[in-house]
């Protein structure tokens, strides 16, 4: 592991800590992407563990649940991703053993780190309001941010950048 990669994991570490422990991060930065600053902001947390202490970074992806993607910037529920949604919401309330489903929120590279943590939070958030709107109890679910940490496709222009601005789901039975 490289001295910078090492370096990028501390600064993820600890901007992720201060997320968990309810600092909220107001604001955007100046730099141009999916960071940039426009987004409306939604204050509710995310959080890296649930009250008794279940890891929600962990959990298994199910074929069941699709992922949903959003434009530059954003954070508002595409029109065309809606369906997806009431797909997801059947599934989760026909699924008695999934436990807790986890909302990630995620995002492309551009931005800085922070912002983009919280530009996940804001996703999560939103979609796990919208599966409340649609029955999903809320006690069953959780969010969680990663950012640009995990992107789904490498690159470094809008083919790739597309399907890393994104919320998946995980299972915790």
Same mark, same amino acid.
């Given at each position: 592991?490289?001295?910078?990669?090492?370096?990028?994991?501390?600064?993820?570490?600890?901007?992720?800590?201060?997320?968990?422990?309810?600092?909220? *991060? =107001?604001?955007?930065?100046?730099? +141009?992407?999916?960071?940039?600053? /426009?987004? $409306?902001?939604?204050? @509710?947390?995310?959080? @890296?563990?649930?009250?008794? !202490?279940?890891? *929600?970074?962990?959990?298994?992806?199910?074929?069941? *649940? $699709?992922?949903?993607?959003?434009?530059?910037?954003?954070?508002?529920?595409? +029109?065309?991703?809606?369906?997806?949604?009431?797909?997801?919401?059947? &599934?989760?309330?026909?699924?008695?053993?999934?436990?807790?489903?986890?909302? $990630?929120?995620?995002?492309?590279?551009? !931005?800085?780190?922070?912002? /983009?943590?919280?530009?996940?939070?804001?996703? &999560?958030?939103?979609?796990?309001?919208?599966?409340? /709107?649609?029955?999903?109890?809320?006690?069953?679910?959780?969010?969680?941010? =990663? !950012?640009? &940490?995990?992107? &789904?496709?490498?690159?470094?222009? +809008?083919?790739?950048?597309?399907? /890393?601005?994104?919320?998946?789901?995980?299972?915790?039975?």
């Amino acid at each position: 592991m490289t001295k910078m990669s090492l370096v990028r994991m501390a600064m993820v570490f600890v901007a992720v800590s201060t997320l968990s422990t309810g600092c909220a *991060l =107001f604001g955007g930065s100046d730099d +141009e992407g999916d960071g940039g600053g /426009n987004s $409306e902001f939604d204050t @509710g947390g995310s959080r @890296g563990m649930d009250g008794d !202490g279940t890891d *929600l970074s962990g959990g298994v992806s199910v074929p069941e *649940l $699709e992922a949903i993607y959003f434009d530059y910037d954003r954070a508002v529920i595409r +029109e065309d991703q809606k369906p997806t949604l009431r797909g997801n919401s059947s &599934a989760i309330v026909s699924r008695d053993e999934w436990r807790t489903v986890v909302v $990630e929120g995620h995002c492309d590279e551009r !931005g800085s780190e922070e912002y /983009n943590l919280a530009l996940g939070e804001r996703r &999560a958030n939103s979609v796990k309001q919208y599966l409340a /709107n649609l029955g999903v109890p809320s006690s069953r679910m959780d969010t969680v941010s =990663f !950012g640009e &940490a995990k992107p &789904a496709v490498q690159g470094h222009d +809008e083919s790739a950048w597309k399907w /890393n601005r994104r919320s998946e789901f995980r299972v915790i039975r």
